[in-house]
């Protein structure tokens, strides 16, 4: 079904973005996009299902976030559907990725995809973040991370920053209440070991909700008690003050 939108998909990322798909990833996004409209008629991936949407709304605000990596290594925690995860993969091939979340059933998905789209050097990881984050195998040791639309920036940054590399960047896609959000997190940039660079705001079109992405650099250890025990960041944020709800 995707393949009727190819052209949507191509113009469209070139004009939002200025990046030309190959045919190869044109094939490979249309390809994700009918899996993904697929089995969410039995897993609930996305409430989104409107092809036009889901180019814009995940396929091309997960791409955005390619001109603002560098190093090879991403992590994506709390995927979810694969978002920024898989479209990052399609376009910059020479990535190695983890794709990390906390249902399996998710991840089963995930795995289908990377297995029908041919991609390698990308891999699933089922585990809390909380976890992820004090697993010696990955703390310190990604260039990026990222994680859309899993929780308000004081927790992700205690989700993410841990696993960053010294000199990392945490890509952080926001909304509307991005201002509000940075307020909230000085406190766990500081005690986290994080500094804002910069805040990079574009548009998916006429319409859309504003899109930010808050570009957060690692510039010194996390304490290694942090992240703290499962549940506990989004419980008992790191904030100076009780965070906003919603």
Request: aromatic share 8%.
């Amino acid at each position: 079904m995707f393949r009727e939108f190819s052209s949507f998909l191509q113009e469209s990322t070139y004009k939002l973005i200025g990046y030309e798909l190959s045919d190869l990833q044109v094939s490979q996004l249309c390809q994700f996009g009918d899996l993904l409209l697929d089995w969410n008629k039995r897993l609930n991936l996305t409430r989104i299902t409107d092809p036009h949407e889901v180019i814009l709304k995940h396929f091309i605000d997960s791409m955005v976030l390619s001109k603002y990596i560098s190093g090879v290594s991403f992590a994506d925690i709390g995927t979810g559907a694969g978002f920024p995860g898989i479209p990052l993969k399609i376009i910059r091939p020479e990535l190695t990725i983890i794709l990390m979340d906390s249902l399996k059933k998710r991840l089963n998905f995930l795995d289908i995809v990377i297995k029908d789209l041919n991609l390698h050097e990308i891999n699933t990881v089922h585990a809390r973040a909380e976890n992820f984050g004090q697993d010696v195998q990955y703390r310190n040791y990604f260039d990026n991370v990222s994680s859309r639309a899993v929780a308000r920036l004081p927790v992700l940054l205690e989700y993410t920053l841990p696993v960053l590399k010294i000199n990392g960047l945490f890509l952080a896609p926001k909304g509307s209440q991005v201002d509000d959000e940075l307020a909230e997190s000085q406190k766990a940039l500081k005690l986290l070991g994080g500094v804002v660079e910069s805040v990079e705001h574009f548009s998916l079109g006429e319409g859309a909700e504003h899109r930010a992405v808050v570009l957060i650099r690692k510039v010194k250890e996390t304490p290694i008690q942090y992240p703290r025990q499962a549940g506990i960041p989004t419980k008992d944020p790191i904030c100076y003050f009780k965070m906003k709800k919603g």
